[in-house]
């Protein structure tokens, strides 16, 4: 068994990275801490188009406590987030209400944020890029 070890999402972004995290930015207070551009890459990958320099090779977003890492992939088109879910957890409705709104507009509401037999408040959504969040208030026993 492997002890103090963390699983962080590695999300791809199929050319539209940056303007993810000016999303999350905006919605959710994710700081990027890290971010390197394919230019900056010491050994350039061969094959990629010029317009790769700008594209991002790697970021790592911090959003509270937890951490998530994302790149522009290859570029190869629409991202295909199938199979899993970013789940946030809030400390009140407010806030679950506000990160709820923000993260789901331009994107599809899949189970509105609603009372629930473990919370007060918790719903799901897929944001604008096609990844899929739940939104919940903590639980406090």
Known sequence: MINKVGVQPYLFFGGRCEEALEFYKKTIGAEVQQLSRFKES?????????????????ASVRVGDS??????????????????SMSIN?????????????????????????KTFWTSKFGMLQDKFGVGWMVSVEHKP
């Open 42 to 58: 010491p050994e350039p990958m061969q094959g990629l188009p010029d317009c790769f320099d700008e594209k991002i090779m790697h």
């Open 67 to 84: 951490t998530f890492m994302a790149s522009d992939g290859q570029c190869e088109g629409p991202p295909n987030f199938e199979g899993f």
């Open 90 to 114: 809030v400390p009140n409705e407010a806030e679950a209400e506000h990160v709820f709104n923000a993260l789901s507009q331009d994107g599809m509401v899949t189970m509105p944020l609603e």
